[in-house]
């Protein structure tokens, strides 16, 4: 047996040069969990994480989470949380909609702001998340906005979920009592709850979601704004550059190399932060 | 009730939840440790160990949840792909983190013993941490054990763990031929006859899967060291649940329980329910299931005892 090259500090398992603290806030009698990224030396701006909806954030979190330390290694405070009724959130899923969880991202962006005071924030949201900053945005809270694989409204990403429960129980044994695609709807529309995939969609969740968009794009405010296309073709909603060609693996990467994707937006986010910065000095001095 | 709470096991500081017991009468009272779902983080899929976690401790079993080292937000590396690591924890891999969990949680708590679960990959480590902790473990829940071993990845790799020289030369001539094709890929006049060659190979030579599901759990795609480690499990009569969904349910049949099913085992199959146990109601029937069957076969000692008898919970109150 020879010993690899690579030396990962696996077996320490930290990143020293990292600092995260995980806590909840209080919102409405839930529990709001959140987790803070932070590095050694000055904090340049904040960003606030607004991960994707229900199933996908599990499949998307190992790479989530590394982004989160790589913004911290940068000098930017990075925060991500579980909305409420989700993960280690508390609340009750079949009470939540967007417009609550909507009001998640702006509770922790006041949160944020609170650890890095007169810091720009920028909103980075992902899948559905990105609809959830949009919307804060636009409600005026945060500096900036970047946003990774946008779908065109929400109700797009609950469609695409529904398409997995039927796939799903089409693979189930025959016996099994199986609803149609319109039956489902039907059960929303008519205001009953559906269970999709473990997760209990509430008739209000369904109706909103047709309503929530992506923001209107170049912002009225000047607020610097991006969105970035992903290519989700491996299923798994695994990362990829989205300059070089897409590889098409197996099962999807767990942990695949994103070092130039991160830092590409890595720049971009800190641009976006001189530029706040710059415009606020313009506001401060007139 | 839960809350946050951070152990050093083995040099790394695992991130994880507890969930506390709804009584507070000072009863001796096992603790369940519900494990990471392969690679999915400490909540599981459609949150059901978080939900799992808050019924027992409801029914007065405080639990845990623990994310393993690079998993969810404990910090680690990871390998690129997923098989990579499931074959780490077919072979038991995690089952160390565990073992050192244990220990941290003993340190800690006065618990009387552990019940340990999960699901898949969960399941998995579990039987291994039975058999490596026999007077720790009290009980096993198994959701939808896997009784396959995982095909290998070439050239990927667990982060620090040694290799032979065979899978280095392999490792390096992978990642020769992955820098050379992400080169060619980015150039422009060369992507266009790469993707025609690569078409051209898939037609002749599908690519390898990672999992072939449909295969029979024996021959070579069964993991023997699981089966060597569960007749283990086996012999000790370690109070086991099992619950599993239709789809691979003569697999595991065949390859677990072969004869009569021992009274210690309750195996249960869940209809129309997938692997991750989302569909068809199936979280909320786990989470039942595993409830009543820890109420049945893993009772908490009603004998009422003194402070003094527990320095340890003491310490922890005053903490």
Known sequence: MIKSKKTWDWAAGK???????????????????????????????????????????DYTLVNWNRWARHLARNGVLAMRFDYRGVGESTGDFRRMGLT???ADVELCSKH??????????????????ALLAGRA???????????????????????AWLRHRLAGEFSLSRSAKRMTRQQCIDELEQGRHLDVEGYSWSPELWRESVEFLPPKVPDRRGRPMRSVEMDDRSGTMAFVNPVMAVRHVPMGDLSPRSGAFFQENLEWILRAMDEIEASHARIDAA | MRELMQLEVLGVRLCGTRHRESSSAPVRRPATLVLNFGDIRRAGPADLSAHLADELADRGYPAFRFDLPGLGDTPGELPEYQETYWRFVE???????????????????????????????????AIYTAEARPADVVGIFLLEPSVRRTAEVPGDQMPGQPRSTREVLVGYASETVARTRRWAESRPVIAPALGAAVALKRRFKPPVSGVDSEAPAHGAALNEKLMKSW??????????LMIHAPRFARQICDAMVPNTCPPELEMIELEHTNHLLTSGNGKSRTIEIVSRWMQENIPLNRETIMDSDIPMAANERAA
């Not at chain 1, 005071?117 to 998340?129: N, Y």
């Not at chain 1, 500096?143 to 609950?158: I, K, Q, Y």
Request: hydrophobic share 40%.
């Open chain 2, 91 to 125: 072979s038991g891999g995690q089952s160390r983190w565990v073992c050192g969990l244990i220990d941290a949680l003993k340190r800690r708590f006065a618990y009387e013993g552990f019940v340990v679960g999960g699901l898949c990959g969960g399941a998995t480590t």
């Open chain 1, 15 to 57: 990143s020293p040069a990292v600092e995260e603290v995980a806590g909840y806030l209080d919102q409405d009698g839930s529990q709001l969990y959140y987790v803070q990224s932070r590095g050694k030396g000055n904090i340049r701006g904040a960003v606030l994480l607004c991960g994707h909806f229900g199933r996908d954030y």
């Open chain 1, 100 to 102: 609550q969880w909507v």
């Open chain 2, 231 to 240: 007749s283990a499990v086996r012999a000790m009569h370690v109070p086991t």
């Open chain 1, 112 to 129: 944020l702001l609170k650890q890095a005071p007169g810091t720009p924030l920028v909103l980075h949201g992902l899948g559905l998340g």
């Open chain 1, 137 to 159: 945005l636009e409600r005026g809270v945060g500096d900036g906005l970047l946003m990774w694989a946008p779908p065109t409204s929400a109700r797009e990403v609950l469609m």
